[in-house]
């Protein structure tokens, strides 16, 4: 009798552990599941910091420089300089 006991107790553990692998917490699926979200928020990172880095020159030359507030000025706010006339092409 004590001979059947340990095979059937290992058959057990054996169907135990072979769903947890499928059907758990840190299942095939799930660990499938949870990759592809870290490699969506891993793209999300890399373009929020593209954008940290573009944000930060744009504010490096508003400090140091004036060329792109002028740029800005004549862009944004449609400004132009004293002697200088402001011809916009429709097409």
Known sequence: MST????????????ILHGQLWFGRGSVPNVSKLQGQLAEQKHKNALAVQANERLSAEIHDLRE???????????????????????????
Request: charged fraction near 25%; charge should be neutral; avoid cysteine.
């Open 4 to 15: 059947r006991l340990v095979p059937i107790a290992l058959i057990a553990l054996l169907v």
């Open 65 to 91: 420089g004036l060329e792109i507030v002028e740029e800005k000025a004549r862009s944004e706010l449609g400004m132009v300089r004293a002697n200088e006339i402001y011809v916009q092409i429709a097409k």
